[in-house]
């Protein structure tokens, strides 16, 4: 199982980033995903997560009408396309995975499996 972020960067207030991650070695439909983020010094926080289904589970509230997850299984992609970006947006994100087919949980399950983040950095 393999996960690689990209698409961050430098962008500003009000701006718009879409970063994607690759999935290798494992099949969207047997795995839940979704995204992280991380400060220094604070926890690695859910930002979306997604089951098995494709049904999204969660938003974390500062993100909510903002960001959009999204997955591509044909191409075993996952996205999240990030609108109005904030300052407080700014954070390494991550793609996370674990494998469940269970439909049940809602908000972001502890993933197993982590790709490098991505530094998304929102600054005038």
């Given at each position: ?52 289904s494709g049904e999204v589970t969660y938003y974390v509230p500062a993100v909510k009408g903002r960001f959009t997850i999204s997955r591509d299984s044909a191409q075993n992609m996952l996205y999240l396309q990030m609108n ?41």
């Amino acid at each position: 199982v393999q996960l690689q972020a990209s698409g961050g960067g430098l962008v500003q207030p009000g701006g718009s980033l879409r970063l994607s991650c690759v999935a290798s070695g494992f099949t969207l439909d047997r795995y839940a995903i979704g995204w992280f983020r991380q400060v220094p010094g604070k926890e690695r926080q859910g930002v979306s997560c997604m089951r098995s289904s494709g049904e999204v589970t969660y938003y974390v509230p500062a993100v909510k009408g903002r960001f959009t997850i999204s997955r591509d299984s044909a191409q075993n992609m996952l996205y999240l396309q990030m609108n109005s970006l904030k300052p407080e947006d700014t954070a390494v994100y991550y793609c996370g995975t674990l494998e469940t087919t269970d439909v049940t949980w809602y908000g972001c399950p502890i993933m197993d499996y982590w790709g490098k983040g991505t530094q998304v950095t929102v600054s005038s």
